[in-house]
T-cell receptor, first 115, second 113 residues
Framework: DAGVTQSPTHLIKTRGQQVTLRCSPK?????VSWYQQALGQGPQFIFQ???????QRGNFPDRFSGHQFPNYSSELNVNALLLGDSALYLC??????????????FGQGTRLTVV | GNSVTQMEGPVTLSEEAFLTINCTYT??????LFWYVQYPGEGLQLLLK?????DKGSNKGFEATYRKETTSFHLEKGSVQVSDSAVYFC????????????FGQGTTLQVKP
């Protein structure tokens, strides 16, 4: 079992550019969530995808958007990058409908640096 | 709103010392509570969880008890090892369907030989 895989592992972009991050969920999982972890902080929920739809969204601007494909993989897109978008972006997958105790499995993250 | 507060770090201990990392929460409804661990350069791994009041989660020598009366979920280990050095995150989920995790700010643990 490959677990949750994310690509790329590291990325450097310039302010104003756009970036796409990718995530493949753990085998058998069909729900994908994205989190932003700034340096020295806990992860912050961006949004969650299930059945190719955005099911819930955190307090992030519309510059952050996403997509889920029929094979359950997902992309996170960020437009008009700001210096403050520099962070570790984590993808987590889980099984839906298992209650609040469902374990989320995290990938190793994509380290985005905006210069 | 829903939130998690953890004790400030870093926590520095000698090997075989007793560990406590405090975690308190504010939540509407009845949350499930989690401890995740992040080793250097890695993503988060679930350490333990508890889904209802008075439940005790345990794993790898770590324990935490869901205390509804004090809204707490403190992490403990009787004897830490150098390999336990990592960042520990307390988290909760209040929405049964979506599983949105709300994390504390994390506590860095450094264990010295």
């Amino acid at each position: 079992d490959a677990g949750v895989t994310q690509s790329p592992t590291h990325l450097i972009k310039t302010r104003g550019q756009q970036v796409t991050l990718r995530c493949s969920p753990k085998s058998g999982h069909d729900t994908v969530s994205w989190y932003q972890q700034a340096l020295g902080q806990g992860p912050q929920f961006i949004f969650q995808y299930y059945e190719e739809e955005e099911r819930q969204r955190g307090n992030f601007p519309d510059r952050f958007s996403g997509h889920q494909f029929p094979n359950y993989s997902s992309e996170l897109n960020v437009n008009a990058l700001l210096l403050g978008d520099s962070a570790l972006y984590l993808c987590a997958s889980s099984l839906p409908g298992q209650g609040a105790g469902t374990e989320a499995f995290f990938g190793q993250g994509t380290r985005l640096t905006v210069v | 709103g829903n939130s998690v507060t953890q004790m400030e770090g870093p926590v520095t201990l000698s090997e075989e010392a007793f560990l406590t990392i405090n975690c308190t929460y504010t939540a509407t409804g009845y949350p499930s509570l989690f401890w995740y661990v992040q080793y250097p350069g890695e993503g988060l791994q679930l350490l333990l969880k508890a889904t209802k009041a008075d439940d005790k989660g345990s794993n790898k020598g770590f324990e935490a008890t869901y205390r509804k009366e004090t809204t707490s979920f403190h992490l403990e280990k009787g004897s830490v090892q150098v390999s336990d050095s990592a960042v520990y995150f307390c988290a909760l989920v209040v929405t049964s369907n979506t599983g949105k995790l709300i994390f504390g700010q994390g506590t860095t643990l450094q264990v010295k030989p």
